[in-house]
């Protein structure tokens, strides 16, 4: 069993930057793939990156390439994603999420565990 915690969510303005950290319990942790996934107001839970379980390979949605960067240190069991440059549309409930398999996958059903979620307000 996996349990996340997330934290750093916060109120910013619009060009701002934000680290969020996603803490876990569990020695399988670092058996998996991590990702971050979205859930803006009125939508749905969506993939935004995801890292593998060594953490060397990536993968980001397009709306958050070169602004978004995920990494982890399976020696602490934590994910982190630092966000850059960030915009209105960026906001919502940010969820941390681990699998038992190894590869990133891009939707909700690929993911067995997920934390509580941190708020990120985007506004001027």
């Known amino acids: 069993q996996v349990q996340l915690v997330e934290s750093g969510g916060d109120l910013v303005q619009p060009g701002n930057s934000l680290r969020l950290s996603c803490i876990a319990s569990?020695?399988?942790?670092?058996?998996?793939?991590a990702a971050w996934f979205l859930q803006a107001p009125g939508k749905e839970r969506m993939f935004v990156a995801g890292?593998?379980?060594?953490?060397?390979?990536?993968d980001y949605e397009d709306f958050v390439k070169g602004r978004f960067t995920v990494s982890r240190d399976n020696t602490k069991n934590t994910v982190y994603r630092q966000m850059n440059d960030l915009k209105p549309e960026d906001t919502g409930v940010y969820y941390c999420?681990?699998?038992?398999?190894?590869?990133?996958?891009?939707?909700?059903?690929?993911?067995?565990?997920w934390g509580q979620g941190t708020q990120v307000t985007v506004s001027s």
């Open positions: 999420a681990a699998s038992r398999g190894s590869n990133i996958g891009l939707w909700v059903r690929n993911y067995d565990y």
């Open positions: 569990g020695r399988t942790f670092s058996n998996g793939a």
């Open positions: 890292i593998n379980r060594n953490g060397d390979m990536t």
